[in-house]
């Protein structure tokens, strides 16, 4: 998505021409600086977007276009869009920019024709999983010039090289993953089906098999533990009725997680919304998306204490 004047303009027609991803010119008036900070803030439900991150006037009028046009196609649904960040940022470190001429002469997504097959990413894509096929060409594009980063994915890699069960273990679990991401887009806007459930089902069994199978492992490279980090609680907090009640005792004595048992009145769900956004300092917790009043309640409890 870009400024009808940028497209329009005589000195980019060439890029716009080598460039693969669909082009949509939008009005200049989406991008305007004045009123970027406003529009972010106002679609996240935050008081400032300095809770984003410090941003430059161009990336603020750049991410107000996308939030301005997400407005506008959606018909007054809030689409579920993640919170800017700058590419580098969030511990992927700094990407290598790749011109446009450079990467098509190297083929690495598609060959000079226009053609996957052939490619760089096509001969080396073992991919199993929609994401990972994504994620695989993610870094491909915009290769880390972070060296930590580069050594932490070149260990898990060598890591899995050297165990052909687990590899194959772990490619069957992902196997049987579903893609996520098109149903949770789906039901951000209300729109999801059954099958969209089943979708997510599947994707969050697959990860919980998975992580089993990694946190299994006596060793881990650091990039393979910090998922797991993600995937496995290491503390669950619950009310001290669920905790004391006969019905659920076998449930906690297989945990592996820590148990932290605590007054059932920070679970209060007359109050879960407002102790959520205080904390997060927004104005309503459907910044972050539709919840109902038992998610809205186990979050408020997590917060409280």
Not at 31 to 37: L, S, V
Not at 224 to 230: D, H, P, S, V
Request: neutral net charge; aromatic residues 6%; contains cysteine.
């Amino acid at each position: 998505m870009l400024s009808e004047k940028l497209f329009e303009g005589d000195d980019l027609k060439e890029l716009w021409r080598s460039e693969r991803a669909a082009l949509t010119p939008v009005a200049a008036a989406l991008f305007d600086g004045a009123t970027a900070e406003a529009r972010i803030a106002g679609y996240f439900g935050i008081a400032t977007v300095e809770a984003f991150g410090l941003f430059s006037r161009a990336e603020l009028a750049a991410a107000s276009g996308v939030v301005a046009y997400v407005e506008k196609t959606q018909k007054g649904l809030r689409a579920r869009l993640e919170a800017p960040q700058r590419s580098g940022e969030g511990g992927a470190g700094g990407c290598l920019s790749i011109d446009p001429g450079t990467r098509a002469n190297l083929e690495i997504l598609r060959t000079l024709s226009g053609e996957r097959r052939g490619s760089l990413v096509a001969a080396i894509d073992r991919t199993v999983t929609a994401a990972g096929q994504r994620l695989l060409a993610e870094r491909l594009a915009g290769p880390s010039t972070d060296l930590s980063v580069i050594g932490a994915r070149a260990d898990a890699v060598a890591f899995l090289l050297d165990d052909a069960s687990l590899r194959r273990r772990l490619r069957d679990g992902l196997a049987a993953a579903s893609d996520m991401l098109r149903p949770l887009g789906r039901l951000g806007l209300l729109r999801g089906s059954p099958r969209d459930l089943g979708a997510i089902r599947a994707g969050l069994a697959a990860a919980t098999a998975v992580g089993g199978l990694l946190a299994a492992q006596p060793v881990l490279p650091a990039e393979l533990a910090a998922e797991i980090a993600r995937i496995e609680p290491r503390e669950i907090v619950l009310s001290e009725k669920l905790f004391e009640g006969d019905d659920l005792k076998e449930l906690w004595r297989s945990e592996r997680a820590a148990l932290t048992p605590v007054a059932a009145a920070l679970f209060d769900g007359a109050t879960a919304e407002a102790r959520i956004a205080g904390y997060f300092g927004i104005a309503t917790v459907e910044a972050f998306g539709l919840f109902s009043r038992a998610e809205l309640a186990a979050a408020s409890g997590v917060v409280a204490y």
